[in-house]
T-cell receptor, first 114, second 113 residues
Framework: DAGVTQSPTHLIKTRGQQVTLRCSPK?????VSWYQQALGQGPQFIFQ???????QRGNFPDRFSGHQFPNYSSELNVNALLLGDSALYLC?????????????FGEGSRLTVL | AQRVTQPEKLLSVFKGAPVELKCNYS??????LFWYVQYSRQRLQLLLR??SRESIKGFTADLNKGETSFHLKKPFAQEEDSAMYYC???????????????FGKGTKLSVIP
């Protein structure tokens, strides 16, 4: 099991563009959460997907949207990119019935907005 | 809303010296707290949870409700302990398994040989 995998690992965009980040959860995990980690900060919760629906959302604008597919993989979309969107985007998965607080993280997608 | 605070951005200790990484929390209800670690070029991973009361890689953390703290401790630091450490707390929602983790800003531990 490769664990949580994310793509791409790095990408550069310009202001106003749109970006799509992808995540494959750990085998057997059905819940996917996305976090944004700005430089020097801890991860900040964006939203969580379960059964192909957004179950919870953090304090992020509607420019941030996502999707979960039947195979539990997920995408994070960010529209109208701002310089402040530059960050490491982390995907984390967990199984239904798993221990609360135990998330399995990917290595992240580092987004740079110029 | 739950908050966790890690007052130190960087902590440097010599190998063999004791380590204490601080975490304070504000919480309504029964607190649940975790420590996550990120070694260089590795992914963020769970180190230990408060309910397990176990020692992982020589680290322990005790929940002190009076001081609202959950400090991470190790009696003798090793070079391989150098990493970023994050304190985290879940905010639960209705629905089994529905929660988000709130992380502190992290403390970088540097163990000097």
């Amino acid at each position: 099991d490769a664990g949580v995998t994310q793509s791409p690992t790095h990408l550069i965009k310009t202001r106003g563009q749109q970006v799509t980040l992808r995540c494959s959860p750990k085998s057997g995990h059905d819940t996917v959460s996305w976090y944004q980690q700005a430089l020097g900060q801890g991860p900040q919760f964006i939203f969580q997907y379960y059964e192909e629906e957004e179950r919870q959302r953090g304090n992020f604008p509607d420019r941030f949207s996502g999707h979960q597919f039947p195979n539990y993989s997920s995408e994070l979309n960010v529209n109208a990119l701002l310089l402040g969107d530059s960050a490491l985007y982390l995907c984390a998965s967990s199984p239904t019935g798993g221990l609360v607080g135990e998330l399995f993280f990917g290595e992240g997608s580092r987004l740079t907005v110029l | 809303a739950q908050r966790v605070t890690q007052p130190e951005k960087l902590l440097s200790v010599f190998k063999g010296a004791p380590v204490e990484l601080k975490c304070n929390y504000s919480y309504s209800g029964s607190p649940e707290l975790f420590w996550y670690v990120q070694y260089s070029r590795q992914r963020l991973q769970l180190l230990l949870r408060h309910i397990s009361r176990e020692s992982i890689k020589g680290f322990t953390a005790d929940l002190n409700k009076g001081e609202t703290s959950f400090h991470l401790k190790k009696p003798f630091a090793q070079e391989e302990d150098s990493a970023m450490y994050y304190c985290a707390s879940p905010q639960r929602y209705s629905g089994a398994g529905s929660y988000q983790l709130t992380f502190g800003k992290g403390t970088k531990l540097s163990v000097i040989p």
